[in-house]
């Protein structure tokens, strides 16, 4: 059907529609280059106009953002990291990944843009990589207490860190064959290299932490068995039951959830086979969902050389600017362009999703869309505005519904509320010493609220084994960024 207002088509002013990949070579090293370092020094000194910083409000880390600021505008790398470990386990994962809400509460963002924090922060931790001033704190003690973290992306890591430089001997359980959970198999190469994580697990490992991969606690070991063995368990698996779309046509082949699609290439660029992989090259790709994920998987299929990509949100083009209706100092919903994008390719909006076609041998051929109209708050297929689109290939990037309940359901017991375990302030679950902690326990968020969180949680722990902690105070689980 033809498309006369153009309802569908938004497009980057730069970039042209179906930009062919196909004729670049693109490799999967990062794609961020180091910054400028005295651009950055002047970033970090506009800083130092602030009145009264607001910056720590947006962030869930409650990082000491003005301080390490000044000091990086002063050259002083070292008392910088030392000042953002303080309360960051993991500058280089939130440096890289982290949307930065803390930029979105800067003061200076009243009436200018607002200071670069996220990048001062990447180049305070690169430097101290490059520089040898991160290392081990292995513990003065150890308690003689044992701690199970299930899970090793960042809310189970941070946990495990603080845990384990309080004097507890802890072990952190991954099902996957290599750790890093959502950092290792669910971000490509081309936002963050697998060294960095690497260099992060061998910090602990040289603290005392154990790493067990290649077991699926709830089926290798049963929870059960897991408490019994350990004086405390932490679940920080995540939020993993991704998002479907129930419509005609559903159960075509080449239709595919995104983490299937992300970690089959996650685990090829880390030398692995993959049998019948699942992929973009020659293909035209249609990518459901306009979030971060979304992002990565259109950065992969470029990188795999595929026909053209398409990415189709069912809403409207957020604002570039700030709206009125999320002032400052509330994180506002805005248009971003990733790397991924200024890639090539195109961005659909108001694009209902009506039905996956096939072919005559049962393999995706085509996306039917529709205008997106909103009827009683609901956005459905506008009638009459049908129309169909080129794929070979779908993934759907829907965001996530919460964590995999089986296990801790039926083997401990634990009631799920809103699609999550049920806690309470202090971490804890009804089953005594089994706490949760991340995207388990508050459903799909941010990285930097997933650190937050394992080092709330480990304070937590750490006061249930020795009836005190001198970790930091932990945030809280109904804690959230400022919202009207």
């Not at 794609?31 to 005295?38: C, K, L, P, S, T």
């Not at 046509?249 to 089959?264: I, K, S």
């Not at 679950?429 to 995207?439: K, L, W």
């Not at 968020?445 to 005190?468: K, N, P, T, Y």
């Amino acid at each position: 059907m033809a498309d006369p207002k153009g309802f569908l088509k938004t497009r980057e002013r730069e970039l042209p529609a179906r930009r062919p990949v196909a004729l670049r070579l693109m490799d999967w090293k990062e794609v961020y280059e180091q910054g400028d370092a005295a651009t950055l020094r002047r970033q970090a000194g506009r800083c130092m106009d602030c009145g009264v910083p607001f910056c720590h409000q947006g962030c869930p880390l409650g990082n000491l953002i003005p301080e390490w600021n000044d000091l990086m505008r002063r050259g002083e790398g070292r008392q910088a990291i030392e000042r953002l470990h303080a309360t960051n386990n993991f500058p280089e994962f939130t440096g890289k990944l982290c949307p930065a809400p803390c930029e979105s509460s800067c003061v200076l963002g009243i009436n200018q843009p607002p200071v670069t924090i996220k990048q001062v922060e990447v180049s305070i931790i690169d430097q101290a990589w490059a520089n040898d001033w991160v290392e081990p704190h292995p513990p003065e003690r150890l308690t003689g207490k044992t701690v199970a973290v299930v899970g090793s992306g960042p809310a189970g890591l941070a946990a495990a860190q603080q845990l384990t430089r309080a004097g507890h001997t802890v072990a952190v359980f991954e099902r996957d064959d290599r750790i890093g959970g959502l950092l290792r198999y669910g971000i490509p190469d081309f936002k963050m290299e697998k060294k960095v994580l690497d260099s992060r697990l061998k910090q602990m490992q040289a603290e005392g932490t154990r790493f067990r991969a290649g077991v699926n606690i709830g089926d290798d070991i049963s929870w059960s068995d897991l408490r019994a063995r350990y004086d405390a368990v932490i679940v920080a698996t995540g939020s993993t039951v991704p998002r479907d779309l129930p419509i005609p046509g559903r159960d075509v082949a080449g239709v595919h959830f995104a983490m299937e699609y992300l970690v089959e290439q996650n685990r090829v660029v880390a030398g692995d086979t993959v049998t019948d992989q699942i992929t973009a090259e020659g293909k035209h790709v249609v990518v459901l969902g306009g979030g971060d994920t979304g992002a990565d998987c259109i950065g992969t299929a470029h990188r795999q050389n595929a026909l053209s990509v398409t990415n189709l949100a069912i809403g409207t083009q957020p604002p570039l600017e700030r709206p009125e209706h999320q002032p400052w100092p509330t994180a506002p919903t805005l248009f971003e362009v990733q790397s991924a994008h200024e890639e090539g390719g195109e961005r659909m909006y108001l694009a209902s999703t009506v039905e996956f076609l096939s072919n005559e041998v049962g393999e995706v051929r085509a996306v039917r869309i529709a205008e997106t109209e909103y009827v009683d708050g609901r956005r459905v297929p506008k009638s009459g505005t049908e129309r169909e689109i080129p794929a070979d290939l779908v993934l759907l990037a829907l965001g996530f519904t919460g964590p995999e309940s089986q296990g801790l359901e039926s083997q401990l017991s634990l009631p799920f509320e809103q699609g999550v375990p049920a806690r309470a302030h202090n971490y804890e679950t009804d089953y005594s010493g089994v706490f949760v902690a991340g995207d388990a326990g508050r459903g799909q968020s941010l990285i930097v609220w997933a650190i937050a969180e394992g080092r709330a949680a480990a304070s937590e722990v750490d006061r249930f084994l020795e009836g005190d902690t001198l970790l930091p105070a932990p945030v809280r689980p109904t804690d959230r960024p400022i919202s009207l």
